[in-house]
């Protein structure tokens, strides 16, 4: 009777094998998982990243496109300042031989100074003439005036704005070139076209270009 208790007793202590294997496995793996690893923040979404990414490209683009509007409000405004009308081979030759003879007195324009005649020099010229040459002056300097705030709101980052100055310098600068040409003043027989026409053109479109870009980046920016 006494040994088959003391059987029973020892087959109550001994554990279950696997059994405590396993719970004893688990809790040291339990131990064993470094802090670290439950403290790791998740992974942005992908589609954040991306939508990251395609604002600051958008920012990129908005900056170029102000840069370039700035450039072609400069040009606007360089132009007034550029051969309007310029002195053909034959009379840059007779230039040389006489250059302090007056071409226009009372603009105090010699020879030489008018081998190459800007707006500006222009304007002065119609100015001294006076009456109804005051018309001609004022256009001239509104143009000059247009590009001027083309350029400013450029500047301030208006695309909007910069465009409708560019495009009403170009008008104003179209409307020049419609009145030296019905009046015979170019081409001439001395004076053909310069530069400076052709450039209002070019800068007009240019502007007008880089103001639709920039409202386009800065609503892809928006979304």
Not at 29 to 39: D, G, H, L, R
Not at 63 to 75: G, S
Not at 163 to 192: E, I, K, N, Q, Y
Request: with cysteine.
């Amino acid at each position: 009777m006494d040994e088959k208790l003391s059987g029973a007793a020892k087959s109550a202590e001994v554990p279950d094998g696997p059994r405590h294997m396993a719970s004893k496995c688990g809790a040291q793996a339990k131990q064993e998982v470094p802090a670290s690893s439950a403290q790791t923040p998740p992974a942005a979404p992908v589609g954040v990243s991306r939508v990251d990414t395609a604002r600051s490209a958008c920012g990129v683009q908005t900056f170029i496109a102000r840069i370039v509007m700035v450039v072609a409000a400069l040009v606007l405004l360089g132009a007034f300042f550029l051969p309007w009308g310029s002195a053909n081979s034959a009379y840059r030759e007779a230039a040389t031989q006489m250059p302090d003879l007056m071409f226009y007195e009372p603009a105090g324009l010699t020879v030489a100074d008018a081998a190459d005649l800007s707006l500006l020099e222009y304007a002065q010229a119609y100015a001294a003439l006076g009456g109804a040459w005051l018309i001609v002056t004022i256009v001239i300097y509104v143009t000059a005036g247009l590009s001027a705030l083309a350029l400013l709101l450029a500047a301030l980052g208006k695309p909007i704005g910069s465009a409708v100055m560019g495009l009403l310098c170009v008008a104003a600068s179209r409307v020049l070139v419609w009145d030296f040409t019905d009046r015979a003043v170019l081409p001439s027989g001395t004076h053909d076209w310069g530069i400076a026409q052709m450039l209002y053109l070019v800068a007009g479109v240019v502007l007008l270009a880089a103001a639709v870009w920039m409202v386009v980046a800065r609503r892809r920016a928006r979304v």
